[in-house]
């Protein structure tokens, strides 16, 4: 089993265990609504497309919108988290992706839904997921940190460290700690649940705030 597949398994038992209109970590979204986003991004011309181009995304929304409205029961519920079971087949795009497609989306999307209600303790991850998500976390850091006009250093716990920019400016480095599925979570948007450490000169952590938020 690849790493993503395990992280789907995790993402459904977070769904089943919690109703329909459960909070998650993405505003304005409930459990069904998380769900649907999952299911149509792999199934859905529309919504795949919709992620990738912004004059789609008001299309995405709507039918994100109307398959969560058919979840809202838990007949319905239940029948979409079923839905979020069951990968795409072998020959679909995203399953030939993989983990490069995968492994963030679905590891973040369990964890909106565990600490949607509020906070929550970290997972013990098997070693080999920890790897894997560090491996892509200089890809996503690089999207998401573009803008900072500060250097950036990402620091393990165990010690692993990377550089993901350099400053420009006159500004000067932030040193960011943290367990690596918390510096996921930081890098994509939910700084506010994510158990990091930020480390620098006043205005530098603030230029970083400022395209990273924490609150």
């Known amino acids: 089993m690849t ?3 395990t992280l789907r398994s995790d993402l459904v038992d977070a769904l ?3 109703p329909p209109d459960a909070p998650t970590l993405c505003e304005g979204w409930q459990a069904r609504h998380l769900a649907a986003h999952v299911v149509l991004r792999e199934r859905s011309v ?3 497309a919709g992620l990738a181009l912004p004059p789609l995304a008001g299309a995405a929304e709507r039918a994100i919108e109307r398959t ?3 979840a809202a029961t838990p007949e319905g519920y239940a ?3 079923e839905r979020v079971a069951h990968a795409p087949g072998r020959w679909h795009p ?3 992706a993989g983990d490069l497609a995968n492994l963030v989306e679905l590891y973040v999307h369990g964890e909106d839904v565990r600490r949607g209600a509020g906070p929550a303790p970290a997972r013990e991850l098997a070693p080999g997921l920890v790897d894997a998500l560090w491996r892509q976390v200089r890809q996503v850091g690089a999207l998401r940190l573009r803008k900072a006009p500060v250097g950036i250093v990402l620091v393990r716990p165990d010690g692993p460290r990377t550089a993901l920019k350099r400053a420009r400016g006159g500004h000067g480095t932030v040193v960011v700690r943290g367990a690596v599925g918390e510096l ?3 890098l994509t948007g939910r700084g506010a649940a994510a158990d990091v450490l930020v480390q620098g000169a006043p205005d530098d952590v603030a230029a970083l705030d400022a395209v990273v938020p924490r609150a």
């Open 16 to 18: 089943r265990e919690v």
């Open 79 to 81: 029948a979409l988290v």
């Open 94 to 96: 995203m399953t030939w």
């Open 3 to 5: 790493w993503h597949e």
């Open 46 to 48: 529309t919504v795949g």
């Open 68 to 70: 969560a409205d058919d």
């Open 184 to 186: 996921v979570l930081w």
